[in-house]
């Protein structure tokens, strides 16, 4: 077993967590939310990054700065879809009188000055305790952080099924405390059934909203084989 752990944040699937230990590197998953029972520290992780940026006891107490932190960061008022939101153009909100949508206004801006403030201080939290961090975040020129922070992506990914995902899902990764290794992968590319949003169904237990944040096995290995991994291992 190699001696780097891998902490993935915000995901309960499992699935770049099983790839690391098919790999032979321990990792884990934490979430609040287990509906795949691949969980292994059920917690509220915004308050765990309220802590840790206040000083006060929390997860990242336990996190080595010769580890690594995945977070799939919830991206909900991020996505560039937001901005129909705000501007009552969304064709669910779109015949609300003009006060229903500024109040509407008033309660999203205040659930994306939340998430903005909670992942801002995610990646101050690393940077002080020198913790290789990797966030992911869907991407497009109008997402929030693409056009609002001082961090720029190391990574866009413009079409992940290139990798073997579902997906053509367009994503962004910001490599903080760490670089992306850029490894040559040789290994072959399994063809993966696409999924469209409109095709992909709600299992029992699990939202449509989750299965369309699913993540191809295929995808996940060859990114940490690509990006992540030294060069000596990664095809191991």
Known sequence: MNKRVYHCFFEQSGTFKNEFKKLG????????LNDFGE???????????????????????????????????????????IILHFRGEMHTIRNWPNDQKLEYDLKLHKELSKLYELVTKLALICIRKNIPLIIENPYTEQHYLTRYWCLKSSIIDKNRRDNGDYQNKPTQYWFINCEPKNNLIFEPLEYAEKRTHNHMKAQE????????????????????????????????
């Open 25 to 32: 590197y321990e990792s884990y998953d934490y979430d609040i």
């Open 205 to 236: 237990g699990i939202s449509r909203q989750v299965m369309r944040s699913m993540i191809h096995p295929q995808y996940a290995r060859r990114f940490i084989k690509e990006y992540i991994l030294e060069s000596e291992v990664k095809n191991d």
């Open 39 to 81: 969980t292994d520290y059920i917690l509220d992780l915004f308050q765990e990054i309220k802590n840790a940026y206040d000083n006060q006891p929390s997860i990242f107490d336990k996190i080595s700065s010769k580890d690594m932190i995945l977070a799939f960061f919830p991206c909900i008022r991020f996505e560039s879809q």
